[in-house]
């Protein structure tokens, strides 16, 4: 409220002294061989103080809808689909993804490539064309389509759309992240070779 009363303002962690930044943990979770592990940009303040993935419910909502995890609520029932979650930046909440230069999530990205080559999940899903951008090393002119992009090692890279975003309809969401599952039935598809591929408009290989 701007009038007649104070208002309360937001502080993020992310800017005030460092032991802040740990009072609320939001860990990865992670496991060897998921079927899926949904990889975004860092946590958002609002997922970090509550320590849930995704606490305003976005990603949840679509995935029910797509049919992909019917009775999912929230990050406590990832196992029992064989799902996990990360982000390239897990301890670093920011209002926006943009807020972490891109020297750091280029750093972030040789951490997690190692941690993918040990995971080995058959699909990394990221959650948003520019998650994929930083993971693949491409230029931000580099168009990226929705869908499988290639593959790392033993997984399928997937680009899926940003669970919050408002300019596309809760169902065209639904309806890429319901491909996943004509992955995850595609033998052809899950025979990734050893070195990882990129589909973009410029073919790429790490």
């Known amino acids: 409220m701007r009038e007649g009363r104070k208002s309360k303002r937001f502080v993020s962690c992310a800017f005030v002294l460092p032991?802040?930044?740990?009072?609320?943990?939001?860990?990865?979770?992670?496991?060897?061989?998921?079927?899926?592990?949904?990889?975004?940009?860092?946590?958002?303040?609002?997922?970090?103080?509550?320590?849930?993935?995704?606490?305003?419910?976005?990603?949840?909502?679509?995935?029910?809808?797509?049919g992909l995890a019917p009775d999912i609520q929230n990050?406590?029932?990832?196992?029992?689909?064989?799902?996990?979650?990360?982000?390239?930046?897990?301890?670093?909440?920011?209002?926006?993804?943009?807020?972490?230069?891109?020297?750091?999530?280029?750093?972030?990205?040789?951490r997690f490539r190692r941690q993918l080559t040990r995971l080995a999940p058959r699909v990394a899903c990221f959650t948003g064309k520019d998650v994929y951008r930083h993971f693949a090393g491409l230029k931000r002119s580099?168009?990226?389509?929705?869908?499988?992009?290639?593959?790392?090692?033993?997984?399928v890279l997937f680009v899926?759309?940003?669970?919050?975003?408002?300019?596309?309809?809760?169902?065209?969401?639904?309806?890429?992240?319901?491909?996943?599952?004509r992955v995850l039935s595609d033998d052809t598809l899950l025979r990734a070779p050893e070195r990882a591929t990129v589909r973009s408009s410029t073919s790429k290989r790490f």
């Open 75 to 110: 990050d406590s029932q990832l196992f029992d689909y064989n799902f996990g979650i990360t982000d390239l930046i897990h301890d670093r909440p920011t209002r926006e993804a943009k807020e972490i230069p891109d020297a750091d999530y280029a750093v972030a990205v040789l």
């Open 19 to 66: 032991a802040c930044r740990f009072a609320f943990m939001l860990k990865p979770i992670l496991r060897a061989n998921l079927d899926v592990l949904f990889v975004g940009f860092n946590p958002h303040p609002y997922s970090w103080e509550r320590g849930r993935y995704y606490a305003h419910g976005s990603l949840w909502r679509i995935l029910r809808k797509s």
């Open 142 to 155: 580099t168009a990226i389509d929705y869908g499988v992009a290639g593959s790392f090692k033993k997984s």
């Open 160 to 181: 899926a759309p940003f669970p919050s975003h408002k300019w596309i309809t809760d169902a065209e969401k639904a309806r890429h992240y319901k491909q996943i599952e």
